[in-house]
């Protein structure tokens, strides 16, 4: 792979990103800038008229190595992915993108093939080989103090190359804080159904500020996917925050990476409870287990039977102060004494054991 320093802060405009031969600062200030024609023609290149496949695709790749545990074909397709959904495309958000020089600057307005094109520069960049997966490190790529070479910044920036690399770095720390075991920690969280969203994750807290129970969270939403991946297992798993979701998707329609955070929410659940770190403080896990027991046992819920079977698992007392609601939903005949089954309750329980034992075989017996 490139030097990350050089992906990070190369000016796709000028530097020579997709050259095999150039790898490095050095080898670019040895070999010079790489013109563009449309670099002084500001109402040609720049948005909102037309896009480029060259910024995008350096974009691409950065974000593969600002926000994802690892550069990896894996991870590049994911980013991919977002783009195609997210991404200013022809015809809607630009007229058309400028490819490379060696397509000789042709204009693009299909938007599959801006799609492509911006991949296979992004990949370009990256220049990982077959199967390669590079773990993402802490810390700065340009130590503190450091400038940013002045062969990776536009002649005519004023400066402007400088303050976006120093803003891309404070992104890169932000979101970067994990070790080895928080690598590993987050492997297992992505590898589960739902959970590959943490990967996604730019750290930049519209989650948090958009969650209406966060008040009630030992950890925000944000700081629980930095504390997975500092490693920090037994915290994550033993916080209340994932029980206080309210699957609301507040946080899923205004996340600009398109995290589904009650998703990975719910699979940190099933993690806690498998690992018996589910927080004591919450009723949650003892509301699954009856809600379960109920829909096994009869196929429906039997809503007096369910509270007063959770309530005796909880806090008895606390079902004196839903007495009065009872009561009232008593009267209007809402609240049936009776509980009825469904037919074929036995398949249902076959069924149910099955999934239980495939969920073990998949979970390593847990």
């Not at 970067?176 to 589960?192: K, L, P, Q, R, W």
């Not at 037919?343 to 495939?358: F, H, N, P, S």
Request: proline fraction near 7%.
């Amino acid at each position: 792979m490139k030097d990350k320093r050089f992906i990070y802060y190369g000016d796709p405009c000028t530097a020579r990103l997709t050259d095999p031969e150039v790898k490095s600062f050095e080898d670019a200030q040895r070999r010079g800038p790489k013109p563009c024609p449309f670099l002084d023609e500001k109402g040609k290149c720049s948005p909102p008229r037309f896009g480029c496949v060259a910024v995008a695709g350096a974009r691409m790749a950065r974000c593969v190595l600002q926000f994802y545990t690892q550069a990896s074909e894996v991870t590049l397709a994911l980013d991919r992915d977002f783009f195609r959904r997210r991404g200013p495309l022809p015809p809607k958000d630009v007229e058309a993108y400028i490819d490379t020089a060696e397509y000789g600057y042709r204009r693009i307005t299909d938007p599959d093939l801006v799609v492509r094109r911006v991949w296979e520069y992004a990949r370009a960049v990256l220049d990982l080989k077959n199967g390669e997966r590079v773990p993402r490190m802490p810390g700065r790529f340009v130590p503190p103090g450091e400038e940013v070479p002045a062969v990776l910044q536009r002649e005519s920036g004023n400066g402007r190359t400088k303050s976006r690399a120093r803003s891309s770095n404070g992104h890169q720390i932000a979101g970067n804080g994990h070790s080895v075991d928080g690598y590993e920690f987050v492997e297992e969280i992505a590898s589960e159904p739902g959970g590959e969203c943490i990967l996604w994750c730019a750290q930049c807290g519209t989650c948090s500020g958009s969650c209406p129970n966060v008040l009630w969270m030992a950890h925000s939403p944000r700081k629980i996917i930095a504390l997975a991946r500092a490693g920090k297992r037994e915290e994550v798993l033993s916080s209340n925050s994932m029980w206080c979701c309210a699957t609301c998707h507040l946080c899923t329609v205004r996340c600009p990476r398109g995290v589904e955070l009650p998703e990975l929410m719910h699979v940190l659940e099933c993690m806690s409870t498998h690992e018996g770190l589910a927080s004591g403080k919450v009723s949650t896990p003892a509301m699954y287990r009856t809600l379960a027991s109920a829909v096994k046992g009869q196929g429906r819920v039997h809503e007096l039977g369910l509270m007063g079977k959770f309530f005796l698992r909880t806090n008895p007392l606390a079902a004196l102060r839903m007495a009065p609601v009872g009561l009232k939903l008593l009267l209007h005949r809402r609240l049936p004494l009776r509980a009825e089954k469904i037919e074929g309750t036995d398949q249902l329980r076959a069924i149910v054991e099955e999934a239980r034992k495939e969920a073990q075989t998949i979970g390593g017996g847990k």
